[in-house]
C-alpha cells in the first residue's frame, strides 16, 4: 500500500462548514503494508522480493518507483483491477487530523489469485525464507496461504506470519506466528492472561504453528514454543521457564508506533534465514522495534543502529 502524508497548518475554520481548514506545505510519498515489510528486509541488506496486488493507477506507479529506490524487486507486483490501496494522513503540527482509506478488500478474483501464486512460486524458488504479511485485503485468501506454506515447507525455508483476523487460523505449519495481544483476543474472543503462562503453550498446538510471537507494546514479547509446558519470567531478555520466554521492550523513547510490527517481521525473516534460532531472532527484532517507534512514521532500521542499540542495553 502506498502511505501519503499531507502536511501542513490550519489556522481557521471554513465559511462552508465547521470544519478546520487544512494548507498543504508538503507531500510526501512513503511506503507502507507488505511495501514496508520489504522495505526493511532490503535496509537490513538482504534481498528483498515483493508479491502483491495493485492496481492500474499512478499509485501503483508510484509504489514501484519507490521499491525500485529502495532496493526491492518488483516483478511480483500483480496489477489487478481494483485501486491501489492507498491511505492518506492529513497532518498538523505533527498532529494527524484525518486518514483517508481508498481501497477495495474484498477477495482477489480466482484468476488473479492464480498469477499471485505464479509469482509466489517464482520468489520461493530462490528464497532463504517467506514472510506473510496479512492485512485483510483479500490477497492472501486461504488456497494462497496454504500453497506458498507448502512450498516453503518443502524447501525447508522459515515461514514468519503477521495475521489478521480474516484467516488467523488458516496458518498451520508456519515458524514464528506473530500476532499482537489485541489481534489474538479478538481471534480467541477471549482475554489473554500472561501471568498465569501455564495456558499458552496450548495456543500453540491450535494455530498448528511451530512458535508464537505475542507482541506486547511496551512490555515487549512472548515467545511460546511447539512444546513448551507453560511458565514464564519477565525481566531481561531471554528469561524464560517451561519454553514461554519473556523479552522486555529496549525502546528508550517512543514517538510514533507506526510501523514497528512490520520492522519485527522484516528483523525476524532475517535472522531466521541467517541461522539464528527463534529467541535470537526474536530478541534482535526487539531491539529493532524500539529504535522504530523512536522514529516518525513508517521507518527503516539499519544493522548499525541495532548493534549500537544492544551495545548501550547493556551499559
Known amino acids: 500500500m502506498l502511505d501519503v502524508y499531507l502536511r501542513g497548518d490550519v489556522d481557521r475554520i471554513s465559511p462552508e462548514a465547521q470544519v478546520p481548514v487544512h494548507r498543504v506545505r508538503d507531500r ?23 508479491v502483491a496486488v495493485v492496481g492500474n493507477d499512478s499509485s501503483a506507479r508510484q509504489l514501484e518507483e519507490l521499491l525500485a529506490t529502495r532496493g526491492c524487486e518488483t516483478r511480483g507486483l500483480v496489477s489487478v483491477d481494483r485501486p491501489t490501496t492507498t491511505k492518506t494522513r492529513i497532518v498538523a503540527r505533527s498532529q494527524q487530523l484525518l486518514r483517508i482509506d481508498e481501497e477495495h478488500d474484498e477477495d482477489c478474483a480466482p484468476a488473479d489469485v492464480a498469477r499471485i501464486l505464479d509469482h509466489i512460486a517464482t520468489a520461493i524458488a530462490s528464497a532463504d525464507a517467506l514472510i ?23 524447501r525447508g525455508i522459515p515461514i514468519i506470519v503477521d495475521p489478521k483476523y480474516r484467516n488467523f487460523f488458516s496458518y498451520q505449519g508456519a515458524t514464528v506466528f506473530k500476532p499482537n495481544r489485541r489481534e489474538l483476543e479478538a481471534a ?49 531478555a531471554g528469561g524464560a521457564a517451561g ?28 535472522m531466521l534465514a541467517a541461522g539464528a534460532t527463534r529467541l535470537e531472532a526474536a530478541v534482535i527484532a526487539n531491539y529493532a522495534a524500539g ?24 551499559e
Do not use: W
Open 28 to 50: 510526501v510519498l512513503a511506503l507502507g503494508g507488505a511495501a514496508n515489510v520489504a522495505q526493511n528486509v532490503a535496509a537490513i541488506g538482504c534481498r528483498s522480493e515483493l
Open 132 to 154: 506473510l504479511e496479512d492485512y485483510n485485503k483479500g490477497v492472501l485468501v486461504p488456497a494462497v496461504i496454504e500453497t506458498s506454506i507448502a512450498q516453503a515447507r518443502a
Open 188 to 236: 480467541l474472543g477471549a482475554a489473554v492472561d500472561l501471568s498465569h503462562a501455564a495456558a499458552l503453550p496450548s495456543l500453540v498446538a491450535r494455530l498448528g504453528v511451530e512458535s508464537v510471537l505475542l507482541t506486547l507494546s511496551e512490555h515487549g514479547m512472548a515467545l511460546i514454543e511447539s512444546g513448551a509446558t507453560g511458565g514464564a519470567t519477565g525481566g531481561a
Open 291 to 314: 529504535i522504530e517507534v523512536g522514529k516518525m512514521g513508517a521507518a527503516t532500521v539499519s544493522v548499525e543502529e541495532v548493534l549500537a542499540a544492544f551495545d548501550a542495553h547493556g
Open 243 to 270: 519454553g514461554v520466554q519473556r523479552i522486555a521492550t529496549t525502546a528508550r523513547e517512543v514517538y510514533d508506533v507506526v510501523g514497528a510490527g512490520d520492522t519485527v517481521t522484516a528483523y525476524l525473516a532475517a
